[in-house]
């Protein structure tokens, strides 16, 4: 029987006709995608005052994590900028530190923030709890480092796109429940939440080609979980099997009405104001999953960025928010 799905965003509609439909993602077809070419992050950067650095942390078991930092030019280090703290999108399986690093740059461009994007291992390569446990560590070490980096210890920000958005809600509860350091809030950008994937929406989406399906979910969710059984699946992975959500930062969660991950992500905004806590959550009518990555020219995605710039700024720089 055939489910019936919100419609797309009709500009959305007429862009996504120009690219080539998926609805399964095999071992064959990611090692495909994964020799396409990485996002070039230089022709980000040429029109932009930044420094660059890049440096390498310890995971916890000693295997190095790069790390790209991208700081103002011209700035005096002392005055402590804000920082927002990225981990990158592509279903836990593909994408590297500069993939759509093009989000959290506008946040430099708008109110100088220092932007650290990790590249945590991918699995099927790294299961389990290794890939949140790298994206952890990159935290500590933006923390540790945060007087040298001009970074503001009291307004870091934890921020993700898809996976990264699973990835940095699974920090967020990790440095809650671990202490230090302290996360002034957290972006979850379509965020990959539960790997159980039996939400109705994840059901609206299976079956046919899209941008993200619940067959490519299941594949991602695989691949990082391997035969763990569901009861030993940690929170920190599918964070949407936490208990306690309370003590959290607080939270920005957007999604689109027309994707896999829809109802997971208002979910766990729900289950947050259940708890006491303070999300923000936008559900962008007609979109699908990653929309604004893939085509930010469009109306709804640039309302969509705006949107979660102007929050930023209100959050993390009160005083000159309009």
């Known amino acids: 029987m055939t489910t019936a799905r919100p419609a797309l965003d009709p500009e959305l509609r007429e ?15 990611l090692a495909q995608l994964r020799r396409l070419p990485s996002t070039p992050v230089e022709p980000l950067l040429a029109h932009r005052q930044v420094d660059r650095r890049e440096v390498t942390v310890p995971a916890k078991d000693g ?32 994408g590297d530190r500069f993939s759509q690093i093009d989000i959290p740059l506008e946040w430099l461009d708008e109110f100088g923030a220092v932007v650290v994007s990790v590249d945590y291992r991918l699995a099927p390569e790294a299961t389990g709890t290794a890939l ?12 540790d480092h945060a007087a040298e980096l001009g970074i503001d210890p009291a307004r870091i920000v934890v921020a993700g796109a898809s996976a990264g958005g699973g990835l940095a809600a699974g920090v967020t509860l990790l440095a809650r429940d671990l202490g230090p350091p302290a996360i002034a809030a957290q972006m979850l ?3 990959m939440l539960d790997h159980r994937n039996a939400s109705t929406s994840s059901r609206q989406y299976a079956g046919g080609p899209g941008v993200w399906t619940r067959e490519m979910n299941e594949f991602g969710w695989r691949a990082v979980l391997g035969d763990l059984t569901d009861d030993e699946v940690p929170a920190y ?29 208002t979910d766990y905004a729900t289950r947050i104001w259940a708890a006491g806590g303070q999300a923000e959550l936008h559900v962008w009518a007609g979109g699908f999953h990653g929309f604004d990555a893939l085509y930010p020219q469009a109306r709804i995605s640039a309302t969509a960025r705006r949107t979660r710039t102007e929050w930023l700024t209100r959050l993390l720089l009160p005083d000159s928010a309009t």
């Open 237 to 265: 992975v599918s964070p949407a099997l936490a208990d306690d959500l309370s003590g959290l930062p607080t939270t920005y969660i957007d999604t689109g009405s027309a994707e896999v991950f829809r109802d997971e992500d």
């Open 132 to 143: 949140v446990d790298d994206c952890y560590q990159g935290l500590l070490w933006v923390a």
């Open 189 to 191: 950008i379509c965020p």
């Open 63 to 94: 295997v190095p994590i790069p790390l790209s930092v991208f700081s103002p030019a011209n700035t005096d280090p002392s005055t402590g900028a804000p920082c927002v703290y990225w981990m990158h999108g592509g279903g836990m399986v593909m």
């Open 15 to 29: 862009l996504l006709a120009d690219m080539p439909p998926m609805s399964q993602l095999s071992s064959d077809g």
